[in-house]
């Protein structure tokens, strides 16, 4: 299905937390192995990159980035924040937009298509940049969780089609 919409090189940026709400609505997780084979088969993939806020010493959520880095995963990790909303209010924030970003970036000259596993407007700009440069823009997310700037600016794939294909089975 992906590969209808690409040209050339590939790169897949994903944005950990955004995808996790998705698989919250779908019911249904990705299985990272697959959906790394899944755009193999499907494109000429040259680079996956995760993107994920960190809590301490968490063993499986350490275990889980080890795997990804085996499985060719280049993985961004920075620990997250406990913000302070009110007196008695606290949210866990660990948002990598700003790595993510320059990754695209540096990496501008090295593929030809971007896929964004995002629905972040804030990638607004960053779509923009990399359509003025000539490539083919594609967001993968879920109804609810992609931003009207992001299907302004891209091809949608709505990953609910993929579950066949990348759905982690238990």
Known sequence: MVGQFVKGRVFVFIDAANILYSQQ???????YKKLKEYFEKEC???GMYFYTGRVGENHKQNSFIEKLNKLGYGVKAKEVKRIKISRT???????LDVELTIDVLA???????????????????????????????LVMSTKGHV?????????????????????FLK
């Open 25 to 31: 609505t779908l019911r249904w997780c990705v299985d």
């Open 44 to 46: 000429d993939l040259k």
């Open 89 to 95: 209010t606290y949210e866990w924030k660990g948002n």
């Open 107 to 137: 990496n501008l000259n090295n593929f030809d298509t971007l896929i964004l596993m995002s629905g972040d407007s804030d990638f607004a700009p960053l779509l923009d940049k990399a359509k003025d440069n000539k490539k083919q823009v």
């Open 147 to 167: 931003s009207k700037e992001l299907l302004e600016r891209a091809k949608y794939i709505n990953i609910k089609k993929l579950k066949d294909q990348i759905s």
